[in-house]
């Protein structure tokens, strides 16, 4: 089960079911986090964000932001990270996603000039 904002609950399969059922393929999910790698044939991040957003809100009542990144953005994302990690540690580099910067630099959770 994912706890994708405070008190919104999906399981990974229910997740999985979802992303497929609005045409999504090879979806996969990392443990309980509401992470999801999947294939498409076609559109952009910004278009499978809505597209997922609104299936999230009309199937299962959940209201959350949605983030997406295609496999470049990622990998162009990892390859900038000021911080080096060896291949081997890959696994363990941590990169979050917001859609609010300014509301994690009123809080003090980032730094200015951060890549965003």
Do not use: D
Request: net charge neutral; hydrophobic share 50%.
């Amino acid at each position: 089960m994912a706890f994708v904002g405070t008190g919104n609950r999906i399981t990974m399969a229910e997740l999985r079911a979802l992303m497929e059922a609005i045409g999504f393929s090879s979806v996969r999910t990392l443990l309980a986090s509401g992470n999801v790698v999947f294939a498409s044939s076609g559109g952009n991040p910004a278009k499978h964000a809505r597209a997922i957003h609104t299936a999230l809100s009309e199937e299962s009542g959940l209201n959350v932001p949605v983030i997406v990144k295609s496999a470049a953005e990622f990998a162009a994302i990892v390859k900038e990270h000021p911080i080096r990690v060896p291949e081997e540690n890959a696994s363990k580099l941590l990169i979050a996603f917001v859609q609010k910067v300014h509301a994690l630099l009123e809080e003090g959770a980032a730094r200015p000039g951060a890549s965003t």
